[in-house]
């Protein structure tokens, strides 16, 4: 018998893009990203939403910070499950949420070490094996300064619910209350 070595592994990078949102271009452009994002999804949804960050990111963006993250144990347990049909967990990320904690980062993990806001998916797809997720955190939203991020598998608007999929430590993302910001994940499966 041939053997095969085969290697299965997940990288998770962050991308956090916070942007200037003084001028009434840029309040416009907020409110239509948040109109979108509440509309049904759609197969140009995520089309839509990429050109109207794109614009945001021309305009606005003051800075951006990125950051690779660490699946953790729950999170990757789930895929096993679903991998063996147990259904206890859809294995769909619809949360994510910004804490204040600066903990670090262990496979061990199942919440932030202090949770402040979470918010529920703005736009995600996929092309062959890389994952796209993004959350976009308006200026009412919420602001202050955010050590750690992470990702929750079945999650609901309250905090540390759901399984946490994905943590990482951001190194102090600042969003101010006139700003603000989006969180693409891009999950690569090789």
């Known amino acids: ?39 049904p999804w759609s197969e140009t949804h995520r089309g839509i939403y990429n050109q109207m960050l794109a614009e945001l990111k021309r305009l606005f963006m003051v800075r951006e910070h990125v950051v690779e993250n660490l699946i953790v144990t729950v999170g990757r347990s789930v895929i096993a499950q679903r991998l063996a049909n147990t259904t206890t967990y859809t294995g769909i990320i619809n949360y994510g949420a910004l804490g204040s904690g600066s903990t670090a980062v262990s496979n061990g993990q ?16 996929y092309s062959t094996n890389i994952a796209f997720i993004d959350f976009f955190y308006s200026k009412a939203d919420t602001n202050g300064t955010y050590n750690e991020f992470g990702t929750f598998i079945d999650g609901t ?30 999950y690569t499966v090789s």
Do not use: P, Y
């Not at 199942?110 to 797809?125: D, I, N, P």
């Not at 608007?157 to 891009?186: D, H, I, P, Y």
């Open 157 to 186: 608007g309250s905090a540390n619910s759901g399984q946490m999929f994905t943590r990482v430590l951001t190194g102090g993302w600042v969003k101010t209350s006139s700003e603000s910001m989006t969180v693409a994940c891009q």
């Open 110 to 125: 199942t919440q932030l070490a202090t949770e402040v806001f979470r918010k529920v998916v703005a736009s995600a797809s």
């Open 1 to 39: 018998m041939q053997h095969v070595a085969s290697q299965f592994a997940i990288k998770g990078i962050q991308t956090a893009s916070i942007f200037d949102m003084r001028s009434k271009q840029a309040m416009k452009l907020e409110e239509e990203i948040q109109r979108h994002i509440r509309s």
